[in-house]
C-alpha cells in the first residue's frame, strides 16, 4: 500500500496543479513560494492523499470493469487480507485522518511560515473541489450527474451579486 501510494501521488499530478495555480496569482508566485510547493510539504501531501484515495475509492469498480490497474482498494485488501467493507472503512479513515492533518498543517503554516494564505488557500480549495466532485461518485468520468448541475448552476444558473 505505500509503495502504490508513493507512486500514485506522484502520477496524480496534484502537485502540478498547485504550482499552475500559484503561477496565475502573479505577485504570489515567488520563487519561495514555488520551491515550497515543489518538496511537497505535509499539507499538500494530506490533499493529494485525500484526492487520490477519494478518487480510488469512487472509482475502483468501474476501472476494474475497463481493465485498468491497481487501484488503492486491490493493494488495501490484498496487504492486510481485508475485505472491501473494511478497506473502504480504512480508506475513508485515512482521508478523515487526511484532512485533520490539513487544518494543522494551514493553522502551522500560517502563523510559522512566510507562505501567504491565499497560497494555502488554493490547496484547501482544490481539495474541496475534489470533495465535491468525488463525495456522491465520480463526478469527473460521469460528469452528467452532480458535476454538471453545480457546473451549470455556478456559471449558468447563478445568482446575481
Known sequence: MEE?????????????????????????????????LISMPNILKASTVIC???NDIVSHK?????????????????????SEYDTLN????????SWKDMVENFCVITTENQIP???LMRVLNLTR?????????????????STKTHIKSLLVDSVPL
Open 117 to 119: 494564505r491565499a497560497v
Open 62 to 82: 468501474f476501472e476494474q470493469e475497463r481493465g485498468h490497474v491497481t487501484s488503492a482498494i486491490e493493494c488495501y485488501m490484498e496487504q492486510n487480507r481485508a
Open 129 to 145: 473541489l475534489f470533495n465535491v466532485i468525488y463525495k456522491d461518485g465520480d463526478g469527473y468520468t460521469q460528469s452528467q450527474g
Open 4 to 36: 502504490y501510494l508513493d507512486i500514485a501521488l506522484t502520477s496524480f499530478g496534484h502537485k502540478l496543479l498547485m504550482v499552475t495555480a500559484l503561477l496565475g496569482m502573479r505577485d504570489l508566485a515567488t520563487q519561495h513560494a514555488v520551491q515550497w
Open 52 to 54: 487520490r484515495l477519494m
Open 90 to 97: 480504512a480508506l475513508h479513515k485515512q482521508i478523515d485522518d
